[in-house]
Every structure is written in structure tokens, then in C-alpha cells.
């Protein structure tokens, strides 16, 4: 091999997007499987990536809750997961084994927060949280250019918060904690109360106000924690016309003038888009390659 080639795979509760760079991070070939069965999607991964020679090393951001820790047996398995059949699942020992290169494994959320920061909307910045609030909701963080991993990696969207007057009467939609954050501001919770999605309720719909002031309350949070530089939201959900705007002006206020950093340009949508997710896996690839 003369150049450095990377296989990159972001892989997701819906689809695994499958992907081969070169050194610059120019996307040579790429490819979406749907996620099925783990047998059947690993497989088809495997194949794709052995039809395309071999790999200097492998990026793997998956969905979680994941295994990071090398010095486990289940490094690189997915872990207790509701999603059927997947608990338990190999992700990152099939390629190391058929591929024989690095696989750099990490959570899809922490390898978009990596990617932003080396490429997009966090650029220069020292700490960056990127969130995605979609069907379920995640975060990740690079403090210092490196992922932040603690006993397993984070699990921000299981944060608590406090609950908005006029939302009192919902349980929450987590099987774990009611209402944490992904209990109250994922798609599935908020079909559940409303029986729409938020970009199909009107405008002038409260769900707009109580889901914007739940994201300001996790934001002024995180500001408490981490003083990020950037702080990124992205998912289907902050698809909605207007809802970031609804979150810089709830988490201006409910911040009270006291952090550092000002919510309404901290506050950002993905700098990267569509390519986060495969960018991200770039980037944990090219981490293991030598200096
Ligand atoms: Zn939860």
C-alpha cells in the first residue's frame, strides 16, 4: 500500500454508512446498508469493505451504548441496548480480524463533536459538545482535542431536567428514567404527546415552546459544566424551522448573563451536515495513523 487508505463507518440505529478516504479525507467510495440483523449488516459491511482492498486503518462511530475500553473482552460490542438482537453484537472485532489494521472505535455523537471541531463549526475551540436529537437523543464531547470517555463514554441525553409548568402531566418516553432528556425532547416523545412530529404542529403550537425551553435547559447545563466554545445541535428534530433560534433566546435568558460563553453564537447547527457522521469516523481513523 502506497498510500494511506481509511475504511470509515458510521454506523446507526437505521442505517450503517460505509465509506473509504484517502489521506486527506476525500471520500473515495461510499455506500449506505441498511441496519438489519447484526449477522446480516456486519456481513454486508464486511463484504463492501473487503471488494475494496485493504485499509491503513478502520473509524468506527457507532451508535451506543458501546464498549471503549480495550482492556475489555467486549471492546468494540455493542452493549445493553433496546434495539432487538444487538445487544451483545461485535462490531469492531469481525474487521479487525478480516482487515488486520487499527479499528478505532468511539460513539457516532463524540466522533461528530471530532470532526466538527478539526473541520466544521467548532474549529479552535478548545471544548465542544455536539448533541443529536432525533429518535433518540446523544451527546459527545472533545475537551482538548481528544474524545471525552470516563468508565463507559458519556450519556448526555439521559441528563435530567427540570419539567416545564405546562408539561407536568407526561411520564416521559425513557424505559430507564421517564424524563430525562431523551424521555421528553426525542421524536418518539413528542409523538407521543402531541401525535405529530414538531415540524408538522404549527408555528404557534405550545409543543415549540416546552421542547425549545427543555434543549435552553440542557444547554445552560452543559454551559455550567463544560464553558464549551461550541456547542453544536443537529438531528431530526432541530431540523424544525426555528427551533434553534427558540433555544438561543430561552438558554440567553435562562442563563442569566453569568457563563462566559454567549448561548446565541455558542450555540450552532452542524458545520459539517450530512458528512459529520462519516467525517467523524475519518477522523478517529486518521488518529491512528503515525505521525
Ligand atoms: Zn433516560
Same mark, same amino acid.
Given at each position: 500500500?502506497?498510500?494511506?487508505?481509511?475504511?470509515?463507518?458510521?454506523?446507526?440505529?437505521?442505517?450503517? @454508512?460505509? *465509506?473509504? !478516504?484517502?489521506? /486527506? =479525507?476525500?471520500? +473515495?467510495?461510499?455506500?449506505?446498508? #441498511?441496519?438489519?440483523?447484526?449477522?446480516?449488516?456486519?456481513?454486508?459491511?464486511?463484504?463492501?469493505?473487503?471488494?475494496?482492498?485493504?485499509?491503513?486503518?478502520?473509524?468506527?462511530?457507532?451508535?451506543?451504548?458501546?464498549?471503549?475500553?480495550?482492556?475489555?473482552?467486549?471492546?468494540?460490542?455493542?452493549?445493553?441496548?433496546?434495539?432487538?438482537?444487538?445487544?451483545?453484537?461485535?462490531?469492531?472485532?469481525?474487521?479487525?480480524?478480516?482487515?488486520?489494521?487499527?479499528?478505532?472505535?468511539?460513539?457516532?455523537?463524540?466522533?461528530?463533536?471530532?470532526?466538527?471541531?478539526?473541520?466544521?463549526?467548532?474549529?479552535?475551540?478548545?471544548?465542544?459538545?455536539?448533541?443529536?436529537?432525533?429518535?433518540? @437523543?446523544? *451527546?459527545? !464531547?472533545?475537551? /482538548? =482535542?481528544?474524545? +471525552?470517555?470516563?468508565?463507559?463514554? #458519556?450519556?448526555?441525553?439521559?441528563?435530567?431536567?427540570?419539567?416545564?409548568?405546562?408539561?407536568?402531566?407526561?411520564?416521559?418516553?425513557?424505559?430507564?428514567?421517564?424524563?430525562?432528556?431523551?424521555?421528553?425532547?426525542?421524536?418518539?416523545?413528542?409523538?407521543?404527546?402531541?401525535?405529530?412530529?414538531?415540524?408538522?404542529?404549527?408555528?404557534?403550537?405550545?409543543?415549540?415552546?416546552?421542547?425549545?425551553?427543555?434543549?435552553?435547559?440542557?444547554?445552560?447545563?452543559?454551559?455550567?459544566?463544560?464553558?464549551?466554545?461550541?456547542?453544536?445541535?443537529?438531528?431530526?428534530?432541530?431540523?424544525?424551522?426555528?427551533?434553534?433560534?427558540?433555544?438561543?433566546?430561552?438558554?440567553?435568558?435562562?442563563?442569566?448573563?453569568?457563563?462566559?460563553?454567549?448561548?446565541?453564537?455558542?450555540?450552532?447547527?452542524?458545520?459539517?451536515?450530512?458528512?459529520?457522521?462519516?467525517?467523524?469516523?475519518?477522523?478517529?481513523?486518521?488518529?491512528?495513523?503515525?505521525?
Amino acid at each position: 500500500m502506497n498510500e494511506p487508505r481509511y475504511g470509515l463507518i458510521e454506523a446507526g440505529g437505521t442505517k450503517f @454508512v460505509l *465509506g473509504v !478516504a484517502d489521506a /486527506n =479525507g476525500t471520500i +473515495l467510495d461510499r455506500t449506505r446498508i #441498511p441496519t438489519l440483523m447484526p449477522d446480516e449488516t456486519i456481513g454486508a459491511m464486511l463484504e463492501w469493505f473487503g471488494a475494496r482492498g485493504a485499509y491503513s486503518a478502520i473509524g468506527l462511530a457507532t451508535f451506543g451504548p458501546v464498549e471503549l475500553d480495550p482492556a475489555s473482552p467486549q471492546w468494540g460490542h455493542i452493549l445493553k441496548t433496546a434495539k432487538p438482537g444487538w445487544t451483545g453484537a461485535d462490531l469492531a472485532g469481525p474487521l479487525q480480524r478480516r482487515f488486520a489494521c487499527p479499528v478505532i472505535v468511539d460513539t457516532d455523537v463524540n466522533g461528530a463533536a471530532l470532526a466538527e471541531t478539526t473541520w466544521g463549526a467548532g474549529k479552535g475551540e478548545q471544548v465542544v459538545l455536539y448533541f443529536t436529537i432525533g429518535t433518540g @437523543v446523544g *451527546g459527545g !464531547a472533545v475537551i /482538548n =482535542g481528544r474524545t +471525552l470517555r470516563g468508565k463507559g463514554h #458519556p450519556e448526555m441525553g439521559h441528563f435530567r431536567l427540570p419539567r416545564h409548568p405546562d408539561d407536568l402531566n407526561y411520564a416521559g418516553k425513557c424505559p430507564f428514567h421517564g424524563d430525562c432528556v431523551e424521555g421528553l425532547t426525542a421524536g418518539p416523545a413528542i409523538f407521543d404527546r402531541w401525535g405529530k412530529t414538531l415540524s408538522d404542529l404549527p408555528p404557534d403550537h405550545p409543543a415549540h415552546d416546552i421542547i425549545s425551553w427543555y434543549i435552553a435547559q440542557l444547554v445552560v447545563s452543559m454551559q455550567a459544566i463544560f464553558e464549551p466554545g461550541k456547542l453544536i445541535l443537529g438531528g431530526g428534530v432541530m431540523a424544525t424551522p426555528g427551533l434553534i433560534d427558540r433555544v438561543r433566546e430561552k438558554a440567553v435568558k435562562l442563563g442569566g448573563g453569568y457563563f462566559r460563553s454567549d448561548a446565541s453564537t455558542m450555540i450552532s447547527a452542524p458545520g459539517l451536515g450530512d458528512n459529520a457522521g462519516l467525517m467523524g469516523a475519518f477522523a478517529l481513523a486518521q488518529s491512528a495513523a503515525p505521525e
